[in-house]
Every structure is written in C-alpha cells, then in structure tokens.
C-alpha cells in the first residue's frame, strides 16, 4: 500500500487552539495547560469518526498565533513543550494524527532576530532575514527603518526566504517537531506568497525524515498545480469548492458545485492529480451555519463535503452548526473557546448526521478512491457518481423544500442501497429515487446483499436539540406565540392558535423557519406534549428566546 493512503482514508478536524483553550488575546507569558482540555473531546472525535486533527498555530506568538516569536516553542496559554508531546503521544496512541501551522512567510515583532535589529540596526548579522528592510525609512512603530509586512500588516515581518539561514532556522523547527513529537504534516499559511524552492527543500527534507509526511498549502486562488506537484507540496486548500458548495445552497443552484466539481475532478478534470484539502469553513472565513440563508440546507453542505473527491476536514464546533461572522477588523467570533459539556444551543440533527458521514466514508472506497462523474443536474437536485474497482457509489441531493423524485441511468447491479437510511431501491440500468425535502442519499450500487451498520448508540447518545427537564419542571406549559424548536431539531414560529369548526379541539398553527416557510397545524395538546427519548423527558416543542 502507498505510504501516502493515509490521507485517502483521513476524516480530519480543525482546531484554532488559542480561541478554543480561551487564551488571552495577549500573550501574558504566563504558564497555563489549557490546550489540555482537548483531551475531553477525545469521544467526540472518535464518534464523528475523526483520525486526523489540524491544529493552527501552537508555536510561542505574541497575540494570535501568526506573529511567531518561538518557532521551537509551545505558546506558554495553551503549555509547554511536554504537555504538548503527551497531546500528540496520546493522541496517536489512539489512532488520530497530528498536523501543524506552518507559518513560514512571516514573523511577529517579538520575534528574536527582528529584535536584534531593532537593537543593533546597520550592525544586526540578522538585517538579511527580512524582506525590504530599509534604514532610510521609517514606520509606524518608529523603529527608524521600514520593512515588507505580510499583506501590508506591519506587525508580520515577512521573511527572506532565500536567505539560507533562515531556511535552515524554519527546516530545524520542522524536523524538530517530526523528531520529537511525530507529527504527520503541515498546513502552510500564505502558500501562495512563498518561494517555491522553500517548499521543495521542505519536501525533500520531510519525506526523509518520515515518509508519509503530508504538506499542503493554503492557496486562495489560481492553479492550484502550481504549488502542489511532485517538487512541491502535496496538496492545497480548495477555496473554489469552499465557495461552491454554499452559494449554490444559496442560490438554489447545484449547477455551480457540480461545474466546479466536474472541472476538478472530472474525466479530463484539472485537478485529478491533487487530493484536495476540503471544508466548509475555517478560522478565516464566516461559519458556513452563519453563511447560508437556509439552515435546513446545512446536511446536503456535508453530505458534498464527505462525499465529493479529497480529504473532507470539520472545523471545531461546526459540528454542531455554531455560528460566527467575521467584522472588519476583528476575526475572533468565527475563533470561540467551547467546552464539550457546554455547546451553545446545538444542532443534535446536524451533529448525528456528521457522524453518520464518518462511517460512512470510511466505509465506502468509491468515496476514498474513486473517480467522479456528473449524473443528473437540476437547478435543485443532484445526482454524481463516485466509482473505483469493485464499487459504485451514486450521490443524490435535494436542497427544495418539496419531496422530488429523480431518475437516472445506472452502470450495471439491480439494487441501489442508502447508506444513511438502509432503504433499497431497483436499479436495473434505471433508478427512479424518492428524495425528502432538504435530503441526501448516499447510494451504493449492488447485488442487494450490502449493508452498512450505523450503530445510532454509537453516533450520539441524545438525538434532539432540546435540553432535559427536570422533575420541578414537569408541569403543563401552554403554548403561547413566538418561536419554539422541535425535539428534533428544526425551528417553527407559533402564529395563532386555531379551532376545529366540527369538534372545536384547539389547534396549533405554525410557521416553519426554513425552506419555504410552510404552515402547519397541529393539535394544541401534542404540541404542548412531554416525551420520553432514551430515558430522558423532553419536550416536544421548547419555546426559544432568539
């Protein structure tokens, strides 16, 4: 087997550690072990089927990770060098690897060589480390000399990346880190700002030292086989596909995705040699849950994003549809500290579905391995296959808020099975699917003999969105208007409360807040019903403030 399948089979996790340990915006350098509280997610991860975590900067910095002071040092509000060796030991122990942020275009102005030429100015043996730098000028610092920063940001220095020393100082970081704490790869922040000679030398230097070691580079846009070839990286972000995935949600347009989807990766596809770093969202950008008009669109996000070709990666707390938009200058909401025990108002319906998605890739190697060809596009509905030797796997969408029936040739088999829901349908040649309002089926193509166990007990304990009552808290409460959200997760507004002109039993009459907003009735008593799932009391309909 190739040393590289490792990341065919990955399902990785991003974590922006200093937002989610709640370390202070300035490094106070004051010692405290909060990125150990990632030891309490250790469940959560194998649940959602994660085997691979990317962790943005944990190097010494002076506020938010990409002004490196220390490339050689943990950053002293999330530990130290031992307690991050015990993370990374036992995570490994337990199947998930390690990935780091490389930040290697640029430094903060706490970093040690730039220090020095503050100091030592003309005489500094540092002054050919950074780009630009000029005694003649000035900046807004008053440094009395100017220099390049990253983007026009004065506070990253950007490096001379041809200055050999500097080259040696990141590469020793890096195979210190390979060294002593086994990590499997890096993300390259601002791949596409550095020189492409860097990034060979660090190949050629990584792979040495570990084989399997996976590098890929953040690249907002352009040919991505510029930066990810055999003389570079292996692979890069895939911002096209970022953007794809949920405007065409948006929009009610799946012909976006699968133009993008197809041009990548389909026959002829100009990206069928890169295997994609893929996501919904990150620590840049706004939360895809913030993003996308219609919530109820959030599963069929996921469902492309774990089936389309390339490594699918969740970022921390989207899992549960988290919320976060990023202002003009500040991005630290789409970057909250959460604690497992503590989830702001979660998406229960949205988290069992990731963690069926989990089992389902790794269950399937058409998703891992497979090619990937159109099928059937409508403006909102989709059809694409993914197939390898000895597996066909149809992927059908539907983003309306009505039932739709889709029909579509299929390659050989009798049988089209739904990994999600176990339902099968015929599949002589021809296949005519049912598809829910806002749904997805995963179908694998068979003799009617395949299966796929999704232990619900081993997805998630609680399958609803409404908290526990408690025995005080057990009495009648009537409806009143306003909005409430159902046990399973989706959301209505109270309207009115009807009669039935025959029997004269009161009804409910509600409003959906999703899809195409439509009305339903239900009778006032169930509405206002206590339940009974997996032992716990809840109520059917929990009336919410926001």
Request: with cysteine; aromatic share 14%; charged share 25%.
């Amino acid at each position: 087997m190739d040393s590289m399948n490792w990341i065919n089979e990955a399902v990785m996790y991003n974590i922006y550690p200093l937002g989610f340990a709640g370390a202070p915006r300035e490094n106070d350098f004051k010692l405290e072990y909060r990125l150990d509280k990632i030891y309490d997610w250790m469940d959560n991860f194998k649940k959602l089927g994660i085997n691979t975590i990317v962790f943005n900067p944990v190097f010494e910095s002076t506020r938010h990770g990409y002004d490196t002071i220390d490339y050689y040092k943990i950053d002293s509000r999330l530990g130290d060098n031992n307690s991050f060796k015990e993370i990374c030991d036992t995570f490994h122990k337990n199947g998930i690897r390690i990935i780091l942020d490389g930040v290697f275009n640029h430094v903060g102005r706490d970093f040690f060589a730039f220090k020095d030429v503050q100091k030592n100015r003309e005489s500094s043996q540092y002054c050919s480390w950074f780009m630009n730098l000029n005694f003649g000028g000035n900046n807004h610092y008053n440094d009395g000399f100017c220099y390049e920063g990253w983007a026009g940001h004065i506070d990253l220095v950007k490096l001379n990346l041809d200055n050999t020393q500097v080259e040696d100082h990141l590469i020793g970081a890096v195979k210190f880190w390979i060294e002593e704490f086994g990590i499997d790869g890096l993300r390259l922040d601002a791949a596409d700002c550095i020189n492409l000679n860097f990034f060979k030398k660090l190949r050629n230097i990584c792979v040495s030292l570990k084989p399997d070691f996976w590098l890929y580079g953040e690249i907002i846009g352009g040919d991505y086989n510029r930066w990810a070839n055999e003389n570079a990286l292996h692979s890069v972000t895939n911002y096209e596909c970022y953007k794809g995935i949920y405007s065409s949600h948006n929009d009610h347009n799946y012909f976006e995705i699968a133009h993008s989807l197809n041009r990548q990766f389909g026959d002829g596809g100009i990206y069928r040699n890169i295997y994609t770093f893929n996501f919904a969202d990150n620590h840049d950008v706004n939360r895809v849950a913030s993003m996308l008009r219609e919530k109820h669109h959030l599963n069929n996000v996921y469902t492309i994003l774990y089936t389309m070709p390339g490594v699918p990666c969740l970022y921390y707390g989207s899992e549960w549809a988290i919320e976060g938009t990023r202002s003009k200058f500040s991005d630290y909401e789409l970057r909250p500290c959460l604690d497992i025990d503590s989830i702001p108002d979660p998406n229960y319906e949205l988290y069992n579905h990731l963690c069926k998605l989990g089992k389902i890739r790794k269950a399937l190697p058409a998703l891992k391995y497979g090619s990937y060809r159109n099928i059937n596009i409508k403006n909102e509905q989709l059809v694409y296959m993914r197939k390898c030797d000895g597996q066909t796997v149809y992927v059908a969408l539907n983003l309306s808020s009505n039932d739709f029936t889709i029909d579509f040739n299929v390659e050989g088999g009798n049988v089209l099975t739904d990994a999600l829901t176990g339902e099968k349908f015929k599949a002589d040649g021809y296949a005519k699917i049912e598809l829910r309002p806002c749904s997805s089926r995963i179908l694998v193509l068979n003799d009617g003999s395949f299966e796929l166990k999704l232990d619900e007990e081993d997805i998630i304990p609680i399958e609803n969105n409404i908290n526990e009552i408690s025995e005080p808290e057990l009495t009648h409460v009537p409806v009143t208007l306003g909005k409430y959200r159902h046990f399973k997760g989706n959301e209505y507004e109270v309207i009115g409360i009807a009669k039935d002109s025959e029997t004269l039993r009161e009804l409910v009459v509600y409003r959906a807040l999703y899809g195409d907003n439509e009305l339903w009735v239900r009778d006032k008593e169930n509405f206002e019903e206590i339940i009974e799932r997996d032992g716990k009391k809840l109520r059917r309909f929990e009336k919410i403030n926001n």
